[in-house]
Structures are given as C-alpha cells and as structure tokens.
C-alpha cells in the first residue's frame, strides 16, 4: 500500500513537470500540440522530498519537450509554496495519517536546476554549460560554468548567457566571444 502511493506521488511529481517544466518553450502564440505540450524526464534516480518540495533526478538524465532536450548528471526541480486551503476545505497536500504522502499535483514548477555535463539541444541550435537555471516566473534560462551555445553556424561563449525564452533574446556577459562561420557549419 505505501509502495503504490509512493509511485503515485512520484507519477503526480512527472506529470506535474510534465506540465510546467520549460511551459515558456512553446510560446503563447503557438498551437499546443500533444508532443510539444508533454515533457519527459528520465534519469537513472529521482528522489521526491516533499518537506523542501523538490524532486531530485540523479544520473544520466534527460529532459524532453517538444524539439527541446535537455542532458545533465543531476536536475533538481523546485516546486512554488501550496496555498493554504480555503477555511472548511481539507488540505489534501499535508499528511492525514502514518504512511500516506502528500499529493505534489497541485504545486507549479518554480526552478530547474541542471548540473554536471549540461547539453540543451533544439532544432536551432544548441548549448553546453556545466549549470543551467530556468526560472518559471521570469521565463529565463541562466547558463553558467563555461556556457557556449551554438546557432546557425554561430558560436558564442561567455561567463553567462542568459536565455529570455519568452523574447527570444539571450545576453551574453563577461568576456562575450562571437565566431561566425561563414559557411553556416557549426564548429565544435
């Protein structure tokens, strides 16, 4: 019994990143598709800690949405506060009694953080970094640990890059270095 709802927490956590991990990837003006709308993570361990509200993912992980993968030795998402429940209204998210957990369904994505060997790849180009950041409010993506990224047979580098995902922007800070390559190639 307390393995089955074990499981069903951590499915509720999958499909909640499901939903909101990288929600800003898509864009509002575009038509939500079934394989553009859902994200996958795998990894080789996830640990939920339901007290920091966080899911550790351990080990060879990917996430996947859409054209959008991301590669990392460990992700860690951070899941927003639970409002507390409306006076009468039991509060479902705290524990009721011995062995049940609470249900993470109902929390939104805050941060995802990825560490190790970072690869983001998308149909445009891609980008290596030893961390990567996205902030669900501020719809960014914090590139950080040697970021370069890659598109269109250009080559950038920094200390940061900081993706605007919303704006299709990105800034790069601290010693920004462009190589253009005039065949369009992509060096690696």
Not at 25 to 52: F, L
Request: glycine share 10%.
């Amino acid at each position: 019994m307390c393995v089955s709802k074990f499981y069903s927490s951590a499915c509720a956590v999958v499909v909640m990143v499901a939903a909101a991990a990288f929600a800003a990837e898509t864009g509002a003006s575009k038509p939500a598709s079934t394989e553009s709308s859902s994200t996958t993570i795998t990894a080789q361990k996830m640990t939920v800690r339901n007290q920091e509200s966080k899911a550790v993912f351990e080990g060879t992980v990917v996430l996947t949405k859409g054209a959008l993968v991301v590669h990392s030795d460990t992700m860690v998402v951070s899941f927003k506060p639970t409002e507390p429940p409306a006076a009468g209204i039991p509060d479902r998210g705290a524990q009721s009694g011995a062995g049940q957990l609470p249900i993470m369904s109902n929390r939104s994505v805050s941060m995802i953080e990825a560490t190790g060997r970072v690869r983001i790849e998308k149909a445009e180009g891609r980008a290596t970094s030893k961390k990567a950041i996205y902030y669900a409010d501020e719809e960014k993506i914090v590139l950080t640990g040697e970021p370069v990224a890659w598109q269109k047979g250009t080559r950038v580098s920094g200390k940061k890059i900081t993706m605007y995902l919303a704006e299709d922007r990105s800034v790069v800070e601290g010693g920004s270095h462009v190589m253009i390559d005039q065949d369009g190639g992509e060096g690696r």
